[in-house]
């Protein structure tokens, strides 16, 4: 799928900035990329409505919040029914802990990122939770021992 959306060089700049900073103002926004506000405001209003911009959000830092363990968990599916895949993506869009999921070509159906306190904290949710859904056969875990890079922005 082509993005129809045609970005000039100030469109990047603001981009850029925004993926930084979306609690940046206005008129700050308008300094960084040499332009008004008027015309950063018509911009962000013209990205929004484009569907390029989606909402603003802030980061939270997940070992503040006692999330030290980042599990990456391949899920082998019990079955490819439509009906399946759809019950376990609800499931899967219903648990906090599942930061992210991908369908995946290969061995395996679907690849977990799923944040947790510690190894017995996953393990209660792997045994009590993920391997307890009627759709997953089988599931194969990985620990990250520490996260080397980590990034929302996208490359412009």
Not at 37 to 43: G, Y
Not at 109 to 122: F, P
Request: hydrophobic residues 45%; glycine residues 4%; contains cysteine.
């Amino acid at each position: 799928m082509k993005f129809s959306y045609t970005l000039d060089d100030i469109d990047r700049r603001l981009l850029a900035a925004l993926q930084a900073d979306a609690s940046i103002s206005n008129v700050e926004l308008a300094e960084r990329v040499g332009s008004s506000t008027a015309s950063v405001w018509r911009r962000i209003k013209a990205l929004e409505a484009s569907g390029l911009l989606k909402q603003a959000v802030r980061l939270l830092d997940p070992l503040v919040l006692g999330y030290g363990v980042n599990v990456l968990c391949n899920v082998r599916m019990r079955s490819h029914a439509r009906d399946v895949r759809s019950g376990f993506e609800q499931f899967v869009a219903n648990r906090p802990e599942i930061m992210e999921c991908f369908s995946m070509s290969g061995d395996w159906d679907y690849l977990l990122r799923i944040v947790v306190a510690d190894v017995s904290d996953y393990e209660r949710f792997l045994m009590n939770i993920l391997l307890e859904h009627p759709a997953v056969g089988s599931a194969s875990s990985h620990f990250a021992l520490s996260m080397t890079k980590y990034t929302t922005a996208l490359p412009l």
